[in-house]
């Protein structure tokens, strides 16, 4: 079973640059736990970190209550997966597999037991005696997954292993990998830049930027509710409008900008005068069929694009602010034609507003 991990006001400093700076996160065990964020964000940083191939330069790790540092990577109850998975293409799927056990000195008769119900918890039937280099792209990552798995590891770390693959296997493996998780009880740390890996399979998520750790939420959140400015432009696609707060209604305020006032969520509870930035979400823009609604927009349309299950409507409002509109296809939206003049709105509980300033849009 899992043990849970903290990061207790970690730092991670090579000369004067921070890789990871004042990080703090409690990952439960048994959670499925993503560090989503852009290259060079500081995530692999921290899964080195927790894995024993680096001590902190300042705070400390702890796994299972217990403090991490000075205890090697060999020592601790972790494994990994790296993002070239590092398997030995000409040893067959059962060698690679009982290799750690091999190493440890476990029992031969054990071993091919281990072996065989790691086979099986992975989907692997019928490829023991197959090398490696024969498998396909999906069959290696499960041998991956179950070599890491036959050591016992309290916590399993990620280090992107699906970026290699195509999109549908990539699709596939994410439902996989998070069945597995579940099946096994396993603490799975997981670090990518893909935002559709992290909100599909994680129980929370963690989200960087250059170091610091913007955001820990579910996915919904995350998606949802978003604490700053990076994590709002960065998880998702949004519509970004600037303007002024010119008054505020219990949770809501309205705001002044160069295409109209608008109201909106003001989570920050923000005060007239200060300048915000509003975020909506494209999916959350409809065509308005009331025009003296509150938030309606004027706009004429300046790209159509058919995406299968929705179109992706691009906007341009009669002060040339741009806008994107995702309509779903289901067949009670009307055609629309480029260059068409259109009323769209946006309700106010699905637009928030954010402080300027607090972190740069990603």
Known sequence: MGQDVELLDVSMRFGEFYAARDINVHIQAGEFFSFLGPSGCGKTTLLRLVSGFMDPSEGKIKIGGKDMRGIGSNIRPTAMIFQNLALFPLMTVENNIGFGLEVRGMPKAKQKKKVEELIELVDLHGTGDRMVSELSGGQMQRVAI????????????????????????????????????????????????????????????????????????????????????????????????????????????????????????????????????????????????????????????????????????????????????????DGTVPRIEEGENIKVRFSRENAFLLKNGDSSIA
């Open 146 to 329: 179950a070599r890491a798995l036959a050591v016992n590891p309290a916590v399993l770390l990620l280090d992107e292993p699906l970026s290699a693959l195509d999109l549908r296997l990539r699709s596939h493996m994410r439902a996989e990998l998070r069945n597995i998780q579940r099946r096994t009880g396993v603490t799975f740390i997981y670090i990518t830049h893909d935002q559709t890996e992290a909100l599909t399979m994680s129980d929370r998520v963690g989200v960087m930027s250059i170091g610091k750790l913007e955001q820990v939420a579910t996915p919904e959140v995350i998606y949802n509710n978003p604490e700053t400015i990076f994590v709002a432009s960065f998880v998702g696609e949004s519509n970004i409008i600037q303007g002024d707060i010119i008054s505020i209604d219990g949770d809501y305020a309205l705001l002044k900008t160069t295409s109209g006032s608008f109201f909106c969520k003001n989570p920050q509870h923000m005060s007239p005068g200060e300048t915000a930035t509003i975020f909506i979400r494209p999916e959350t823009v409809f065509l308005a069929k009331e025009p003296n609604a509150d938030n309606v927009l004027t706009c004429s349309t300046k790209n159509l694009s058919f995406e299968g299950s929705y179109a992706v409507v691009t906007l341009t409002t009669e002060q040339g602010q741009l806008l994107t509109m995702r309509l779903n296809n």
